[in-house]
């Protein structure tokens, strides 16, 4: 059997965790993959300590190992013990007491559900392929589940590239508001708005549940004459319909929370309810972690539109309504809190009007969703990154760049430390003033004309692959002195980065972190490769997997140099932003002073200049020489000229850097105004992907301190 897996947990069977893996197949059927006898483990250094250990009674049994600790050259790897415990939960509880015993434990804090798929190469939104298939009655717990059921002995990653057919539920609430805002505990959900894609039954659109009885043709309702069989028959569409994606606007901070409150009191007076919408046959968890709510529905995607909509677009207010109007150009009717006793209380065209505003909040949700393809890139950086896609919702890149990290990590044997307590982390954010970033080069001010350009191609991932810059790269002080290898490690061609720091060369040992972006560059280039001739669909797809596979380039930098990560290495993080600077000063010496001037094969001939330069940018100002001129109508250099010097200087300076660093032509400026460092407005013009005609795109203002221009 082949599907492909949304969601994973694990529950305990016999006193022994069995992992469960939710999914659709390839026809749209609903799967719950049971994967019994994966034990949870951890590490822990020296292995001399087995003996201390023995008599701890939740340690199933110790395996000595031979890994490599997690930063720092090493030539050898050292002993270590493999602790294997009986039960996820048993890790915390028996970690202070190990500890007690231990110089260093590793890997103490990896999710049960985590660590099953990095040692399986399963990813999140990937494909899954069962092996050894049992017989489904026998388990209880089989029971407790609403999909297929498959019990495997082992499950192994499967090379499919489309994605299973989805269902996607999307719901609104309306609340009976007694003056003010409303609030759980006193104020009765009235309605529940419901949308469908693909429809329910395949003619159910949408539907509203109406929490009374009401005269007059309301089509696409159902009436109820109370809250708890509102509620009740609210759980049973969601069951019925078996949702991969449940979503709402706001729905997170919401929505969810105020249904799970109700459900709370109406059970308090002794109604019956049926709050089960997990694929489990489990409730909603809804969890407050600083200012946001963390949903949670067992074998479901839980999506709020409203922070997906303000990470993907800038407007001015972001109301239902307006978002509705700016990017779907949806009008939507409007009942405001005030209003909504009389249009409840009028069992007429008031009603009926109230009804369809329910109606439109929760299609208008749907739309956002599906219409903005708002989940694509999420749903690329999970099969990219590996991790789930609730955790790629809820979480931020870090979460993504460890968990590609463990999966390479493991595959070299080399072990990685647990989130930092909260002391370490404490020194690490004081260390980290003596992080120093990208050159800025002083502007030359004022209304220039002219000006190429020109861009670095992901300049830290690459500076980080031209240098084999790692943490399993980097030359610390044992390896330096002290060590019987510090003389062997001297003795080798090490790469020096201009802030201090020294690493072994790719031919020593080919970095981790470097073949991982390597990996994400190659499949990056192959993707866009792709697009190029891909239908509209498999190009929206593409796109999505590109992008996703450039917003994880650029985090394997900034990770390094981060004060909560696992792996932290200020040595690493200053060596890359040296070795930018360095080129952005070396890349301006070599356009000012070795090339200068040139010529096009007509006989024009041009000066250049670097005028400025931030981080991974150069500006460069053409100037004609000769009689020829060079320039156009109104006295300036020709797109097409400047555009042929843009990417013949680029060419001269990609040749001199180490592969794969490169330097790219990126748009021809007319005009410049270059107040100060990070203060400019450009006039470019760059050629169209399509048709090659020449577009306007002007660039406005960005406030002092903020980089670059838009």
């Not at 991932?461 to 390896?479: Q, R």
């Not at 990996?519 to 992008?547: C, F, I, P, W, Y």
Request: a negative charge.
């Amino acid at each position: 059997m082949e599907f492909q897996i949304l969601d994973s947990d694990y529950i305990i069977d016999n006193g022994k965790p069995v992992v469960r893996l939710f999914g659709r197949d390839r026809d749209g059927r609903s799967v719950c993959c049971f994967v019994p006898d994966f034990e949870p483990y951890f590490y822990v250094q020296p292995a001399s300590i087995e003996d201390s250990l023995m008599g701890i009674p939740e340690i199933k049994r110790l395996e000595t190992v031979s890994r490599y600790e997690p930063v720092g050259y090493q030539e050898h790897p050292e002993k270590m013990l493999k602790v294997i415990v009986g039960m996820p939960k048993d890790v915390p509880t028996i970690r202070d007491e190990v500890q007690g015993y231990a110089d260093r434990m590793y890997e103490t804090d990896i999710m049960f559900k985590n660590r099953f798929m990095i040692d399986t190469g399963i990813f999140g939104m990937g494909w899954a392929q069962t092996v050894d298939e049992a017989c489904a009655s026998e388990p209880a717990y089989l029971g407790k589940v609403d999909s297929d059921v498959t019990v495997v002995a082992q499950v192994s990653p499967a090379e499919i590239a489309r994605n299973a057919p989805m269902r996607y539920l999307a719901f609104d609430i309306e609340c009976l508001v007694d003056g003010g805002i409303p609030t759980a505990d006193r104020s009765p959900i009235i309605m529940i708005s419901i949308a469908f894609e693909p429809a329910h039954q395949g003619e159910l659109e949408t539907l509203v549940l109406v929490g009374k009885e009401a005269g007059g043709d309301c089509d696409g309702t159902e009436h109820f004459t109370n809250e708890t069989d509102l509620l009740n028959r609210f759980f049973k569409i969601v069951r019925d319909y078996d949702p991969d994606v449940i979503l709402g606007y706001n729905s997170n901070e919401f929505d969810f929370p105020y249904i799970t409150k109700r459900v709370e009191v109406l059970e308090a007076e002794g109604k019956r309810l049926y709050a089960n919408i997990g694929r489990d046959n489990r409730a909603v968890f809804c969890r407050k972690i600083g200012i946001v709510t963390r949903v949670s529905v067992t074998g479901r995607i839980v999506a709020d539109v409203l922070p997906l909509v303000r990470r993907a677009y800038s407007i001015k207010q972001y109301t239902l309504k307006n978002v509705a109007r700016t990017l779907l150009d949806i009008e939507k009717f409007d009942v405001s809190l005030q209003q909504m006793g009389e249009y409840w209380n009028d069992d007429g065209e008031k009603l009926a009007e109230f009804i369809e505003y329910a109606r439109r909040d929760s299609v208008l949700a749907l739309r956002l969703l599906l219409d903005l393809k708002l989940l694509d890139k999420y749903i690329a950086l999970s099969q990219v990154s590996g991790a789930l896609l609730q955790d790629v919702l809820d979480g931020g890149q870090s979460s993504m760049v460890e968990n590609l990290m463990f999966r390479e990590f493991k595959k070299r044997d080399r072990v990685i430390p647990p989130r930092p307590e909260q002391d370490l982390m404490g020194k690490r954010y004081s260390d980290s003033e003596e992080l120093k970033g990208g050159a800025v080069l002083e502007p030359v001010r004022g209304l220039l004309k002219d000006v190429v350009v020109l861009d670095y191609k992901s300049l830290y991932p690459t500076i980080m692959m031209a240098h084999n810059l790692c943490y399993s790269t980097v030359v610390t002080g044992e390896g330096r002195t002290g060590s019987p290898e510090s003389e062997s490690v001297q003795d080798l061609d090490l790469i020096r980065a201009p802030a201090g720091g020294e690493f072994v060369p790719a031919k020593v040992y080919k970095g981790i972190v470097p073949s991982i972006l390597e990996n994400l560059l190659d499949r990056r280039t192959e993707t866009k490769k792709k697009m190029r001739s891909a239908g509209e669909e498999e190009h929206r797809v593409l796109d999505a997997t590109q992008n996703a596979l450039k917003i994880l380039l650029n985090s394997f930098y900034g990770y390094s140099g981060y004060a909560r990560a696992r792996l932290y290495s200020l040595v690493l993080a200053n060596a890359v932003t040296s070795f930018g600077r360095k080129n952005i000063l070396d890349t301006k010496e070599l356009i000012d002073e070795s090339i200068g001037t040139m010529r096009l094969p007509d006989g024009k001939e041009f000066s250049l200049s670097v005028v400025y330069g931030d981080t991974d940018s150069v500006f460069v100002q053409i100037r004609p020489e000769n009689e020829r001129g060079g320039e156009g109508e109104n006295g300036e250099v020709s797109l097409d000229d400047a555009e042929s010097i843009g990417k013949t200087v680029a060419g001269m300076v990609s040749r001199e850097l180490p592969d794969p660093m490169e330097l790219e032509f990126e748009s021809v400026v007319h005009r410049a105004i270059f107040i100060a460092k990070k203060r400019y407005a450009l006039w470019a013009f760059e050629k169209t992907m399509t048709d090659k005609r020449i577009r306007s795109r002007s660039k406005g203002w960005r406030p002092s301190g903020v980089t670059g221009a838009v």
